[in-house]
């Protein structure tokens, strides 16, 4: 069974551009959450994403957003992407929608913001 | 706002040595998992924790869960290099799992 995969592995982009970034859960799982793992700061909770909406949303301004498709994976819009935007950004997926349950997380993708 | 703070944020050790990792809540856990990642990987549960005063071994490795529940350690046993990573507690709140920032531990051969 595929675990979550994420894409890209690494992107590097510059201040003002956009990233976006993708999440393929485990098959079955219906629940999506995206976190941010900044240098020396643990994971910070973004946003969940169940049955095609967003359940929750962590304290991120709204440069930060995300969507979830019929096939229950995600992607994350990170729009005038500034210096502190660089970290590694975690998708993890879940089965039901009772809160977090047991994650599963992809690998990552890490983004350098130049 | 919950906070979770762990200790020590940072450990080097020698292969063989004994260690213990703890965190700490400024409220209640719902319930408690332990993560390990490994570098240019996801964090891995690997284990969950419900009840006050629980205790829960997997091969080397024993989690303890405070009795008030606020508190909790992971104590390893003859440390190995495989077991180096960043270890994480979470406390699954309402929708969200809830971090702390690690321990990194690294431990030499």
């Known amino acids: 069974e595929a675990g979550v995969t994420q894409s890209p592995t690494h992107l590097i982009k510059t201040r003002g551009q956009q990233a976006t970034l993708r999440c393929s859960p485990i098959?079955?799982?219906?629940?999506v959450y995206w976190y941010q793992q900044a240098l020396g700061l643990g994971l910070q909770f973004l946003l969940w994403?169940?049955?095609?909406?967003?359940?929750n949303r962590g304290n991120f301004p709204p440069r930060f957003s995300g969507r979830q498709f019929p096939n229950y994976s995600s992607e994350l819009n990170v729009n005038a992407l500034e210096l502190e935007d660089s970290a590694l950004y975690l998708c993890?997926?879940?089965?039901?929608?009772?809160?977090?349950?047991?994650?599963?997380f992809g690998a990552g993708s890490r983004l350098t913001v130049l | 706002t919950q906070l979770l703070e762990q200790s020590p944020q940072f450990l080097s050790i020698q292969e063989g040595e004994n260690l213990t990792v703890y965190c700490n809540s400024s409220?209640?856990?719902?319930?408690l998992q332990w993560y390990r990642q490994e570098p240019g990987e996801g964090p891995v549960l690997l284990v969950t924790v419900v009840t006050g005063g629980e205790v829960k071994k997997l091969k080397r490795l024993t989690f303890q869960f405070g009795d008030a529940r606020k508190d909790s350690s992971l104590h390893i046993t003859a440390a190995q290099p495989g077991d180096t990573g960043l270890y994480l507690c979470a406390d699954e709140g309402a929708q969200k799992l809830v971090f702390g920032q690690g321990t990194r531990l690294t431990i030499n051969p």
């Open positions: 993890a997926s879940s089965f039901g929608n009772s809160g977090a349950n047991v994650l599963t």
């Open positions: 994403y169940d049955e095609g909406e967003e359940r």
């Open positions: 409220s209640v856990f719902s319930s």
């Open positions: 098959s079955g799982h219906t629940s």
